[in-house]
């Protein structure tokens, strides 16, 4: 898995629509969607503008000509963590509503609610579409773009220069694990040989895992003395130029808004009859 960090950005580096808008638009409009979402109210229109968010962010991942393999393969990355808290609210009432109707007794008092199916159905549509509208986001920018979108619109730039140094690390923590693992591997040691002991080979990997967290410590003492040489102080902040949107980005920006704005309130108003 750490091995995949350094291709974390590779689907962000291609030539399409989506790639080439500038980060603000696309963090702006999809956060507003995920916004949008989230505040809707737990009733069941929430299918239908579930529904209409997930056409929306299929059309703009289409834009972006990417292989559909990699939204699958993300999605269902992320997916066992909502759906472990989602199953379990079958099982038990909530708040949203008044009268619950047992469909299906289990051992040990255990009931499951009609109510309760429906409540998990929302979630699940809420969760799908906000993590849909991320990997869209993560997959068409690079981190870099998107850490200087945010500071144009006003991330503090101490916040700017931390995440900035965070992202920075992440691969220098993920190239020492790779040389770290090279040399085990040249020295034939495999975690899952059952040939050695059990106690031997957690001994190793725990060693193992020292080794890296010492070696990243040093290896940023290393980066802040050369940084301290150049001139870094704490008045340093990362350089961020002044780019204006273009017209076009303005106007796909406020259609993604006026979109992410108007179907919630036509279907909430009954003027919808889409479904």
């Not at 507003?32 to 009733?43: E, F, G, N």
């Not at 962010?57 to 759906?83: D, N, T």
């Not at 031997?200 to 725990?206: D, E, H, L, N, P």
Request: charged fraction near 15%.
């Amino acid at each position: 898995m750490i091995e995949e960090l350094f291709y974390i950005e590779k689907s962000a580096y291609r030539d399409s629509f989506m790639h080439n808008l500038d980060a603000r638009v696309k963090i702006v409009g999809l956060i507003a969607l995920i916004i949008a979402m989230v505040a809707i109210p737990y009733s069941p229109m929430v299918f239908r503008i579930g529904a209409l968010f997930l056409v929306f962010l299929g059309v703009l991942w289409a834009s972006s000509r990417l292989p559909w393999q990699i939204y699958a393969k993300r999605l269902l990355m992320v997916l066992p963590f909502g759906l472990f808290i989602i199953l379990f609210q079958i099982f038990f009432t909530n708040r949203y509503y008044t009268v619950f109707h047992v469909i299906a007794n289990l051992p040990f008092g255990i009931h499951i609610y009609a109510e309760s199916i429906q409540f998990a159905g929302i979630l699940l549509v809420k969760f799908v579409v906000c993590i849909s509208a991320i990997i869209l986001l993560s997959s068409t920018t690079k981190l870099h773009d998107m850490l200087e979108g945010a500071g144009r619109m006003g991330l503090p730039p101490e916040f700017a220069l931390t995440f900035g140094m965070m992202i920075r690390y992440l691969f220098v923590f993920g190239y020492i694990y790779r040389k770290i693992n090279e040399s085990l591997a040249t020295r034939c040691f495999d975690p899952f040989n059952s040939a050695l002991s059990y106690r031997y080979r957690m001994k190793q990997i725990g060693y193992t895992v020292g080794t890296i967290f010492i070696r990243s410590y040093e290896q940023g003492e290393r980066v802040y003395t050369s940084m301290l040489c150049r001139g870094y102080g704490k008045d340093s902040h990362i350089f961020i130029t002044k780019k204006p949107l273009q017209s076009s980005e303005w106007t796909f920006l406020s259609l993604c808004l006026v979109f992410v704005i108007a179907v919630p309130v036509i279907i909430w108003m009954g003027a919808g009859t889409l479904f």
